[in-house]
Structures are given as C-alpha cells and as structure tokens.
C-alpha cells in the first residue's frame, strides 16, 4: 500500500512549540539555506493529494495540495517530480464535530478546527540542489517560521532524497 | 467555530455494513428517489474544501471535494448553495504511518489507507424539491448503493435542508 510521507507532514503543526525532528546535518552553514520564505500563490485553489491526522499532542488534522506539476506528476507515477513541482501541507486542530456526533450517537467525528500552520515543498534542482532538489517553508499565522527553527525541525539533507521515493494514495 | 457537517460524511465508510441513520421519514414511496446514481465526472480534479476523521468503528479518514460551483459558494461564503453544485467526500481506512512514526518516535501519525467509499451531494432544486434541493449518491468499489441502503441511512428529509446552514472552515 502506498503511504504518504511528505517530510512536511513529519514537521507537526505546532510551529516554534514543538521542535520534532533532529538537528539536520551536512548543511554547512556556507550552504544557500534550503528554505521557501514566500507563501506560493495560489496555493487554495490546488487540487487533493491526501489527508493526514497527527493523533497525540499534535492533535492535527490536514490536507495536502499539489499544484498542477505536482498532482499530475502524482497522479502519474512519475517519479522523481519534476522541477515547478510545489507540494501544500495545510494542517488545523484536529477538533471533534458536536453536529456529527450528535448524528453518530457517539463522540467519534472530528473536523478541521484553528488553523495551525501551513507548509510547502518546492522542486527546484538547481536552487534546492543541495538537499535533493527540494526547498522547505513554513509558515504560521502568514509568518515563515525563524532561520533557527527552520534549521532544528527540517531533516533537509537526511530526508529530501526520500521524498521522492515515497508517494501517498492517489484514488482514481 | 465554522464545522463542517456534511450529511454524507455522517452516513459512514463502510457501505452496506453499518446502518447508522434513522429511516428517513417523510419520503413517499411515490416520490422521486433523491439518489444520484452515476459517478459524476472528473470529481478527482476539484478542490479541497476539508478533510475529515471518524474515531471508533469506522476508523475512516477522508476529504471533502467541491466542483467549481460548489467551491466558490463556498469560498464566497454564499448560502444557500447555488444550483449546479457537487459535493464530493472521500472516504479511506485510517491507516498508521510507519514511515512517519519513525520520524516521530512514537505512533501519531495516520494516512489515507484503502478507499471505502466515495459520496456526493447533488444540488438541484428542481430535480431534488422534495429533499431540499439535494441529492445524494453512495459508492462503493464503483457501484451506487443499494435502494434499500440508500433509502435506509440518508437522512434526506430532515437533514437535507440544514446543509445549506452549516460550513466548514474554509483557509484563505
């Protein structure tokens, strides 16, 4: 079965609170730094790669997006993704449906509450070559996330390369 | 808070199995059947307007799509929705990550796993008089609900006409 696992999604949804990952390693600091400090426009209006659910303290509930490069790459199979390619995590409080529940009988239905942060993986070989190609953004409340953040919580050169090796569904 | 609650996500992912409305009530059995009984097209291609997690039995994870029409009234925040809209929601086991878990260190994180079902709310205010304007459509493995389950767990009649009251988020 073919499973999602966008890096962004592994950042978490609780920006400058959690710092989730280790430490990335081999970016020399005379390195460009690998990071998207630009929300891409447009982002809203692009099409459904996956959902994602982070249970525990995260407690996030998420979309993923793709704009036209990405989805049709995805929904393609073609792997590595090309270059234009830029992939959305849009991540909000995992919060439970009182009008659902009340319909289930039961506390069992949650939604997307408060919006936590949004992501964004961009495809440049030539800019981002240093981490596989890919650049990383981050942004809460329309601010990217600070240099010393963006530098702890993204796994840039362990995890860039991977990512193009793993793909989530794609329903026909 | 804005919710979302869509009637369709409320009728469960496993088609067939669990029966978890009411019988709908007030649907002679002379009137038209508000089913929507072909796949509409190209629905893969619309826009996000949310996802969605049901806890317990169900264990689903899903997105809800939205055609042009649909989205924009959305997005616009007009009520009721316009004729011509189709609402698609997108319904997956809840599955753990494992990949994500790693980076995680402990078993949060849950994707998109095999599809259970796909349903659609139709608006058609001719078409649909009876149900509020709305018609709904079940698929599993391709194929429509049955006669009996459809008319069994939609809750066409006494909740057709609150869909048009209630809202998801909606992430500028």
Known sequence: ???????????????????????????????????????????RDWRWISSAHEAGNLNSLGAVLGNDVAFNAFREGKLPYPDGTIIAALHYRNVPSEENNKVFGQAQSFVPGAPTNIQFMVKDSTKYAATGGWGFGHFAGGKPGDAAFMKSCFPCHEKAKASDLVFTRYAP
């Open 1 to 43: 079965m073919k499973q999602f696992t966008l890096l962004l999604i592994a950042v978490g949804t609780m920006a400058g609170l959690v710092i989730l990952m280790a430490p990335a390693r081999g970016h020399a600091d005379g390195e460009p730094a690998p990071f998207v400090t630009e929300i891409p426009h447009g982002y």
